[in-house]
């Protein structure tokens, strides 16, 4: 991608929270059904409506939203939760709860962090000690 902006970073983001979300649970090791699969006679699938399942997501796909995940350690940690919230289509009015912040400082904080992640894939270096509003206006 030639230049990063807001947008694309919570697209990316987005997207590496539906791949989390679409992957196995994980599992211990050693623990195994010893029952026999069932096998469905016609009769017993007469009824019964056809189960659809995602497909799991391409390797490409895990190796993108690994990457996007690892741009959150960019930030510090409450606004990078707040960006993963925001990933995981999480409401406003949990997240403000959850971090005891109004609405307008967390969409702050929210723009905050896609910003710095924008200044950093495009090659800038960003300045902590700018402000908040420094750093979301010199970002499209």
Known sequence: MDEWTRGAVA????????????LPAVRPQGYIS????YSYS?????GQEPRMRRPLPSPRMISE????????????????EILWARANRKAWK????????SRKTATKRHLFGLSVI?????GLTYNPK???DYTIGRVR
Not at 11 to 22: G, N, P, Q, T, W
Not at 34 to 37: K, Q, V
Not at 118 to 122: A, D, Q
Request: aromatic share 12%; charged share 25%; hydrophobic share 50%.
């Open 11 to 22: 697209d990316r983001l987005e997207l590496a929270a539906d791949v989390m979300a679409s």
């Open 94 to 101: 949990g997240i403000c709860w959850t971090h005891g912040v």
């Open 65 to 80: 939203a690994d990457e996007a995940m690892l741009w959150l350690r960019w930030l510090e940690k409450d606004i990078g």
């Open 42 to 46: 016609f009769a017993d699938q007469v």
């Open 130 to 132: 700018r402000s908040m």
């Open 34 to 37: 010893t029952w026999p699969e």
């Open 118 to 122: 924008v200044w950093r894939l495009n």
